[in-house]
């Protein structure tokens, strides 16, 4: 299995431009998970999907964030329009919620930086 | 929802001595519990977990232990070498439900 799949890995962009971050989750798991990550704030959870749905998405910093999840080997997260401080690690995750073994799986992330 | 502390934030420890780092979780109904090593620029990655039926596992140099009366967890790493110079992250759930991690300990290990 190839595990977690992100793209970009990195981003560099300008100040209110759109980003697109891309997540292909682990075949077979049922769950996915946006989080981003900073020295100041640390790991935080954005989103949660289960099954496609957004389940919980208490995380999402304000409206210029959004995610979506069409299927289930596929989702994105969208800054638009993107600021400076929105510079982070975004990580994606998958699991198998239900399973007994609720591990997540994370991909190797992408680094955005906004000028 | 769960609510995962971990302690200390920051440990530093000589090469060849042991870490100990405890997080505590709120959630009595809580059964799984998985502990992530991240490198510098790299991923979270699972390093050991343990359920709520076991005590104690261990793999290798590394080992957690479980005390479900008090609600706390803790990673024990002996014989430490400079390449588990890392964060660690605690993380708890219970099942059918998402894990909910700690902030993270950084380990230094001092050459």
């Known amino acids: 299995d190839a595990g977690v799949i992100q793209s970009p890995r990195h981003e560099v962009t300008e100040m209110g431009q759109e980003v697109t971050l891309r997540c292909k989750p682990i075949s077979g798991h049922n769950s996915l998970f946006w989080y981003r990550q900073t020295m100041m704030r640390g790991l935080e959870l954005l989103i949660y999907?289960?099954?496609?749905?957004?389940?919980?998405d208490s995380g999402m910093p304000e409206d210029r964030f959004s995610a979506k999840m069409p299927n289930a080997s596929f989702s994105t997260l969208k800054i638009q329009p993107s600021e400076p401080r929105d510079s982070a690690v975004y990580f994606c995750a998958s699991s198998l919620v239900g399973s007994g073994q609720e591990t997540q799986y994370f991909g190797p992330g992408t680094r955005l930086l906004v000028l | 929802g769960e609510n995962v502390e971990q302690h200390p934030s920051t440990l530093s420890v000589q090469e060849g001595d042991s870490a100990v780092i405890k997080c505590t979780y709120s959630d009595s109904a809580s059964n799984y519990f998985p502990w992530y090593k991240q490198e510098l620029g790299k991923r979270p990655q699972l390093i050991i977990d343990?359920?709520?039926?076991?005590g104690e596992k261990k793999d290798q140099r590394i080992a957690v232990t479980l005390n479900k009366t008090a609600k706390h967890f803790s990673l024990h790493i002996t014989e430490t070498q400079p390449e588990d110079s890392a964060v660690y992250f605690c993380?708890?759930?219970?099942?059918?439900?998402?894990?909910?991690f700690g902030k993270g300990n950084q380990v230094v290990v001092i050459p």
């Open positions: 343990i359920r709520s039926n076991v």
């Open positions: 999907f289960n099954n496609n749905v957004p389940i919980d």
């Open positions: 993380a708890a759930s219970r099942r059918n439900n998402r894990l909910a």
